[in-house]
């Protein structure tokens, strides 16, 4: 069985300070990991993934993500938060490489000027 | 390209009344799947497709049918709608159903309400 934790509900943040989201994972072998966005009526988009190599892991618009796998966490941050980063972010993990992915409970992030 | 296109947007139903979700992508995606998302649940998978002909469980199952007759469309069925399958609804698909290179597109979503 694999599953995710984001034990946030709510973040916080001001515009120029840096963010971070936090998940983490349980599963039986190596993970595939995988952050998602959600803007408001709208379906998820993908940010960025980790299968092997690098822990740390560049996506989209500035995110980036670091692997821990003593830790069992992928934490989502970026340097300089904006206030259209405001949105629902998903952490999802997913084994064997298939695309049966199993996602957190989100993460609202809000960026205020 | 449209991507994942869902249809309706917004459908209001009765207990004991059935449907039909339409799930159409025009990428030519090998992998299609279905998942509900509940507030504090975040999304759950519902069915899957790795490939025309082939659909499987997810982890919440009951109370849906799906079926793959074509590469591009993925239709998901509610027998008896009930009130616990009020949710938004998810269609997403991707080129491989190996997720190693080949991230989820979402439609997004048919908001599903059922009294």
């Known amino acids: 069985a694999q599953s995710v934790a984001q034990p946030e509900d709510q973040v916080n943040v001001a515009e120029g300070n840096p963010l971070t989201v936090k998940c983490t994972y349980s599963v039986s072998g190596n993970p595939y990991l995988f952050w998602y966005v959600q803007y408001p009526n709208r379906g998820l988009q993908f940010l960025l993934k980790?299968?092997?190599?690098?822990?740390l892991v560049k996506g989209s618009y500035g995110f980036e993500a670091e692997f821990n796998k003593s830790q069992t966490s992928f934490h989502l941050k970026k340097p300089s938060a904006l206030v259209s980063d405001s949105a629902l972010y998903f952490c999802a993990v997913g084994l064997g490489g298939g695309n049966k992915l199993t996602f957190g409970t989100g993460t609202q992030l809000k960026v205020e000027l | 390209n449209a991507g994942v296109t869902q249809t309706p947007k917004f459908q209001v139903l009765k207990t004991g009344q059935s449907m039909t979700l339409q799930c159409a992508q025009d990428m030519n995606h090998e992998y299609m799947s279905w998942y509900r998302q509940d507030p504090g649940m975040g999304l759950r998978l519902i069915h899957y497709?790795?490939?025309?002909?082939?659909?499987d469980q997810g982890e919440v199952p009951n109370g849906y049918n799906v079926s793959r007759s074509t590469t591009e469309d993925f239709p998901l069925r509610l027998l008896s709608a009930a009130p616990s399958q009020t949710s938004v609804y998810f269609c997403a698909s991707s080129y491989s159903w190996t997720g190693s290179y080949s991230p989820l597109h979402f439609g997004n979503g048919t908001r599903l309400t059922v009294t």
């Open positions: 980790y299968i092997t190599g690098d822990n």
């Open positions: 497709s790795v490939g025309a002909g082939i659909t």
